[in-house]
């Protein structure tokens, strides 16, 4: 059981500056758990780029650690974190790695953090063991949490279409999303299945304006979307489209239209040092896309975390739950699950060639 603990709002420049217990080289090693080659080597590229920025201002020793995403692979992992004296490690793009790791970094006493991983029945198990695992991620919830909350809030008044893909991916999510919603009061209009990949969705898009529909959300790839909002347009259908997180993808072969909505991670700096941070990225030449910003912000919450362990003589972990850690990311605060206490969803809008945030007033 966790200890009562006080509430702390902290930022790695105010614990040094107070002396709890200022991490140095010799006090704080982590371990950056990402992949070096193969398919995912340019996420790992990420988690180290963004790593590395953080350490070398707080003279923080990173050690890299090859992940090759192989089931079984895990124990490996978790003896060469131990064999480099980590205190904490950070990564851990893939589940397979994770799970095996666990049990040895249980035994060690040594945090991990994962910056992708989103099953809810690996952190259920992660917590009944004891295991010190933190998920600097949203996870398979919050996504279609986020989605029902925009439409609760921004479609009430409107007919709202749930189409989905008929993959498993897209008939889970929207059927996540109508459960959400029926349950709150919102009975949608209208429900679909599209078949993928297709070239034209005037069918589709005929369906829905023969419902009456005006507002709807796709259950699928970011290339049918972009297809059905093309030719909603062309038939001069006013139809406002919403996409969940798999329209972070290629702009291809069919351009996305001005508008579409789209729920997501910001990559960019947030917080009070964005603009700073935004700064040394370009000074650096790295450009702040997919796990650059959440590497960063997961280096400076651990040095942040052994400060306050070092001078309350807590282990790491326990200064890691309840403290509000001001961040890369915005402020980041761990519950007694070890999950983010907020859904780091947002509701974005794609504009010219990208997807920025809409306005915070209407998150």
């Known amino acids: ?6 509430k702390l709002v902290l930022a790695t420049p105010l614990i040094l500056a107070l002396g709890l217990g200022a991490p140095s080289a010799a006090e704080l090693t982590l371990a950056v758990v990402a992949p070096v080659d193969g398919p995912f080597a340019v996420l ?16 923080i020793r990173l050690v890299e650690i090859g992940e090759t995403c192989d089931e079984g692979s895990g124990k490996a992992i978790a003896e060469a974190i131990a064999a480099a004296g980590a205190t904490a490690a950070i990564g851990f793009l893939c589940s397979e790695s994770l799970k095996d790791a666990l049990p040895a970094l249980k035994q060690a006493d040594v945090p991990a953090f994962t910056l992708s991983v989103r099953w809810k029945g690996l952190m259920e198990d992660a917590i009944k063991a004891g295991a010190p695992l933190f998920r600097l991620a949203p996870n398979a919830d919050q996504e279609a949490g986020k989605l029902s909350d925009v439409i609760l809030r921004d ?23 109508r459960i959400s919603l029926e349950e709150r009061g919102l ?11 297709q070239e034209q969705q005037l069918a589709l898009v005929r369906r829905v304006r023969n419902a009456g529909v005006t507002h709807a959300f796709i259950g699928g790839d970011r290339s049918d979307l972009a297809v059905i909002a093309r030719d909603a347009k062309a038939e001069g259908l006013a139809l406002t489209l919403l996409g969940g997180e798999a329209m972070r993808a290629a702009d291809e072969p069919v351009p996305l239209e001005d508008g579409v909505l789209a729920v997501g991670l910001i990559e960019t700096p947030q917080g009070g040092a964005a603009e700073a941070l935004a700064g040394e990225l370009a000074e650096s030449k790295i450009e702040p896309e997919g796990y650059v910003v959440p590497a960063h912000a997961a280096v400076t919450i651990l040095a942040d975390a ?58």
């Open 44 to 59: 790992g590229e990420q988690v180290r780029r963004g790593a590395s920025l953080a350490a070398g201002k707080l003279q």
């Open 306 to 363: 052994w400060g306050i362990s070092t001078a309350m003589g807590t282990p790491v972990a326990d200064a890691l739950i309840g403290t509000t850690f001001e961040t890369a990311l915005g402020p980041v605060t761990f519950g007694e699950d070890h999950e983010l206490t907020e859904n780091p969803y947002r509701l974005l809008v794609w504009q010219e060639d990208r997807f920025v945030p809409v306005p915070d007033k209407t998150q």
């Open 155 to 177: 479609w009430a008044g409107s007919a709202v279409a749930l189409l989905e893909d008929g993959t498993i991916r897209g008939r889970e999510l929207t059927e996540a999303i």
């Open 187 to 197: 009975k949608p209009a209208f429900i679909d299945t599209f078949r993928p990949g």
């Open 1 to 6: 059981m966790v200890k009562p603990r006080l």
